[in-house]
Structures are given as structure tokens and as C-alpha cells.
């Protein structure tokens, strides 16, 4: 990456580490923010225990049927495997979202919550969100990297990076950007958040209810380097959910971290 570029893209990351630092300080931390702080926000959801796991059943038989339709049409459609992976993925979020769909016609009084109204405040708290994850992610990425290190252990980046980055076709990659930014946060966010989270929360110490699903988000991404920031940001997604009671707040957040890390790997950083 050429040097200036390289300056513009620290330069950025700073100040969003910035940014985010001013952010936890006045609407977290400050004395004027510890006073007005508001009770939760978030309607508990109030399903009976056959009624999770039914949830949980049409999420996992989404995500098993979409993945075998896409492969069939892949007999008829030509693409290379490593798009025919990421497509797959793409096919078992698309599946996740059509479960939780059917699920909330069948079940719609005691569902999560759907993606509420009022975009803008969505978009701003969202956006806000991102911005305070920002430094707590970074000082926990060092973190992790250096126990990592000093245990030995890889730290190889998801391979997910590396498509992003040898992509040649602009169309597939146009594809690739609203798949990570746009689908996966609506599923993730729906099924770890609106989901495994509110269901947790008023049935578990609150602790549990933040980490429990949390862990669960890193560790389905499957790479060792980003589980700590994974976790993370899964429990900072949870409380701006908690504090908003807007599940939209958190896929705004999560679709802006998604997207800037792709912008970084196209810049050419290393992550």
C-alpha cells in the first residue's frame, strides 16, 4: 500500500479511536450522563420455553435448506469454489432470515423483536454505537494478539479477508459488500440479540445473559485472531440493545464495523 495511503488510513483509525473515546466519556462515563441514565429500554421477551426452541429450530433448518438450494443451482451456474463458499455462506444467512420470518408469522406475539421504525435515531444511535465499540475493540485486539503471541498460538486472519482482498470481479465484489454489511448483521443481530440475548436476559444474572451469547457469536466465526474482539463487540452490541430497545441500533452498528473493515482490507491494511 502506497506510504500516503497508508498515513490516511491510521490517520482515519485514530480518529475514529478518538471519536469513540469522547463518545464513551459523555454519554457513558461523565457525571452528567451517570445522571440521567435511563432504565433498560428493552421489552422482555416473554415466550415460553418450547416456544425458544422452536425459534431456534426454524433458524437452524433455515440455515441447513438455503445452503443445499444454493448448491443446486450451482450445477446450472458456473463459479469458481471460493465463490461458490462465500455464496454459501450468504445462502445460510438469507436461510436464518427466511426462518425467523416464517417463525414470526406462526408465533408473531411472542417473536423478537422485528427491525423497529424511526430510522433516523436508529441510524444516529447506530452510528454512535459503532464509534464507542471502536476503542474498546482496539484495546482488546492488543490484548488478545499479545496472549496469543505469547502462548504461541496462531493469529492467522479469516480467510473471508483474504477474498475481499483478491477479488477481481467489481460485480462479485459489489455482492460480497452488501452481504457483509447489509444480510449477515440483520441475521446476526436477530438471532444473537433480539434473540438468544432478550430470551437470556430475564432469565439469567445478567452477566451470563451478555457473555453466553456473546462467546457464541465469536466462536461461530471460527478464527482464534478476532474471537476476543468478536466477544467484545458482541456484549457492547447487547448493551446499546438493552439501552435502546432497538434491535436496529445494533445491526446499524454491526453493518458499519462490517463495512469498515472491508474499506481497511481494500485499502490494503493489515489487519
Not at 424511526?118 to 444516529?124: D, F, I, Q
Not at 452488501?178 to 444473537?192: D, M, T
Request: hydrophobic share 60%.
Amino acid at each position: 500500500m502506497p506510504a500516503r495511503v497508508n498515513a490516511l488510513a491510521i490517520s482515519l483509525e485514530l480518529t475514529l479511536v478518538l471519536l469513540g473515546l469522547v463518545l464513551i466519556w459523555r454519554l457513558a462515563l461523565s457525571p452528567t450522563a451517570r445522571a440521567r441514565r435511563l432504565p433498560s429500554a428493552l421489552t422482555p421477551w416473554a415466550a415460553p420455553l418450547l416456544d425458544f426452541f422452536l425459534f431456534l429450530w426454524f433458524i437452524v433448518c433455515g440455515g441447513l435448506v438455503a445452503p443445499l438450494v444454493t448448491s443446486a443451482l450451482f450445477k446450472f451456474i458456473a463459479f469458481s469454489d471460493d465463490k461458490k463458499s462465500f455464496l454459501g455462506g450468504a445462502a445460510v444467512d438469507l436461510g436464518v432470515l427466511a426462518g425467523i420470518v416464517l417463525f414470526s408469522r406462526g408465533f408473531s406475539r411472542r417473536s423478537p423483536d422485528p427491525v423497529p421504525t424511526g430510522p433516523t435515531s436508529v441510524l444516529l444511535s447506530g452510528a454512535a454505537t459503532f464509534l464507542m465499540a471502536m476503542p474498546l475493540v482496539f484495546a482488546v485486539g492488543l490484548t488478545w494478539q499479545f496472549l496469543l503471541q505469547l502462548c504461541g498460538l496462531p493469529a492467522e486472519p479469516q480467510d473471508l479477508i483474504a477474498r475481499f482482498a483478491h477479488e477481481k470481479s467489481q460485480a462479485f465484489l459489489a455482492v460480497m459488500i452488501v452481504v457483509a454489511s447489509v444480510i449477515v448483521p440483520i441475521a446476526e443481530e436477530l438471532v444473537f440479540r433480539a434473540g438468544l440475548f432478550r430470551y437470556a436476559r430475564t432469565r439469567l444474572p445478567r452477566w451470563a445473559a451478555l457473555l453466553g451469547p456473546a462467546c457464541l457469536f465469536g466462536a461461530l466465526h471460527a478464527n482464534l485472531a478476532s474471537f476476543a474482539q468478536l466477544v467484545a463487540l458482541g456484549v457492547i452490541f447487547s448493551l446499546a440493545y438493552e439501552r435502546t430497545g432497538r434491535i436496529g441500533t445494533s445491526i446499524v452498528a454491526h453493518g458499519l464495523f462490517n463495512l469498515h473493515t472491508i474499506v481497511l482490507i481494500l485499502l490494503g491494511v493489515d489487519l
